[in-house]
């Protein structure tokens, strides 16, 4: 850029600045605060639907075999000596970046125990945040339905 084209650009912003007038604050009383909400046409930013089942994508590591199970909320579900849990399911509302996220009660019930392995949220776009550790399967959440 010119250093001609460059100051006629500086002069417009400097001038333009000259003319522009500052608001008013309006006064509010002491101890008093203003929240302002959003628009009423937009969705708001934390609205989180609950769902009743969530998709779950678990991998069998000693046969490397990869599969898709619906959990329904309450109702335990076995995938080899894993019983899952569902408790809560939440998916973003429309107009929303897409994310699910489940609370999941995954309990190890070989030899007939049953030692706890998770418990807690997992999300859909960051499972590695919240991860199943387990020597035989891996478990991640795929969506809410």
Request: charged fraction near 20%.
């Amino acid at each position: 850029m010119s250093r001609i084209m460059f100051a006629g650009i500086l002069s417009l912003l400097l001038i333009g600045g000259a003319y522009a007038q500052p608001q008013e604050e309006e006064s509010l009383p002491e101890g008093s605060s203003r929240v302002l909400a959003p628009p009423s046409s937009e969705p708001a930013l934390d609205t989180w639907q609950s769902r009743d089942r969530v998709e779950l994508q678990t991998l069998d590591k000693v046969n490397a075999r990869p599969s898709n199970i619906t959990v329904t909320l309450g109702q335990p579900q076995q995938y080899g000596t894993l019983s899952i849990t569902m408790r809560a399911c939440r998916m973003r509302g429309e107009g929303q970046t897409p994310d699910s996220a489940a609370w999941l009660e995954i309990v190890d019930t070989r030899g007939g125990g049953a030692q706890p392995v998770f418990k807690g949220w997992m999300f859909a776009s960051a499972p590695s945040a919240s991860m199943v550790e387990h020597p035989l399967y891996d478990v991640r959440v795929l969506g809410c339905r």
